[in-house]
């Protein structure tokens, strides 16, 4: 998975872009882009739209924080459905996202449904106090947990922030650390690093370098706020035929010295940890 599009969960016709759009993943937002008379109908909506079986992306649903009552009727109306995964926003430990593990796992048996089936996949950098929880998420393992997002806007507005970026347009020292510990945090449960949106959406190049800049520090997917950002994201994001090749060397120097621990290709010491970066850029190629 490369690329997840927020979708505002009220608006029919962006969930129809949404599922025609190239996206490896829809988010049906119910949360902050639907209005709070909105919601009841938002829901109805997603519940129609997962139900309808019209998408060949994975199709996550957003819901509320756990700290509104809205959270619990969200999932009350989607569960039935069968979303492949709840994004949950505003998470502030391993704990929030073990109680929605034990809601989902209620509703399921409620609806007939496969057991443990659904997965999570939480924002984990939405506020001052989640920064602290980022340790919390491995111990016990939370088996649904699919991986993690950062996000910096939220975190900017709970900071009291006037912005999350520098002069030079890039993220200021706080905002590196949250997407530096959401990595870390992703890396210690097994969880996929997703990265955060580029609300620029107006800037292709801004988003590509962005982009780039996350696969390169481990993120395996990015979101987006518009259909014009999938393109730029799911490129990023794929292994170019350079990169194969130079994985299929790395994996063939190994497979041709069983039993060594390092090898050399072209004049560079390789080791353990870069047969396993190799096998992630196979693992990326056969993906997208
Ligand atoms: N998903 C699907 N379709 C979208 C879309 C999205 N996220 N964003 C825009 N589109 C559609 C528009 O509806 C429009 O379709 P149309 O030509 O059939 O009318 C087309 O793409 C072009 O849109 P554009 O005019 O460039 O943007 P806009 O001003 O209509 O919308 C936003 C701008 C930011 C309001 C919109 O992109 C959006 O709603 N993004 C998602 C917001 C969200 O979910 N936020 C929460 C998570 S951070
Ligand atoms: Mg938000």
Known sequence: MRSLLFVPGDDERKIAKGLASAAD????????????????????????????????MKLFVRINALDTPAALLDLAAVVKARPFGIMLPKCRSGEDARLVSHYLTALEARDGLPASDIRILPIVTETGGSMFGLGSYD???????????????????DLG??????????????????????????????AIA????????????????????????????????HPDQISVINEAFTPTAAD????????????ASPGAGVVSVGGKMLDRPHYRTAQRVLARAAGA
């Open 25 to 56: 993943a829809l988010i049906l937002d119910l949360e902050d882009a639907v209005a709070p008379q909105r919601k009841a109908a938002a829901r109805e909506l997603c519940a129609a739209t997962l139900a309808s079986g019209n998408a060949r």
């Open 139 to 157: 111990n016990p393992p939370i088996p649904r947990l699919y991986g993690m997002l950062w996000g910096g806007e939220d975190l900017a507005a």
């Open 161 to 190: 922030a006037i912005t999350n970026r520098d002069e030079d347009g890039r993220y200021a020292a706080p905002y590196l650390l949250a997407r530096s510990l959401c990595l870390f945090a992703a890396a210690a449960s097994s």
């Open 194 to 225: 997703v990265d955060a949106v580029y609300t620029n959406f107006r800037d292709p190049a801004g988003l590509k370098q962005e982009a780039i800049a996350g696969l390169r520090s481990g993120f395996s997917a990015k979101a987006a706020i």
């Open 244 to 255: 194969i090749e130079a994985a299929q060397q790395v994996i063939a120097a190994f497979d």
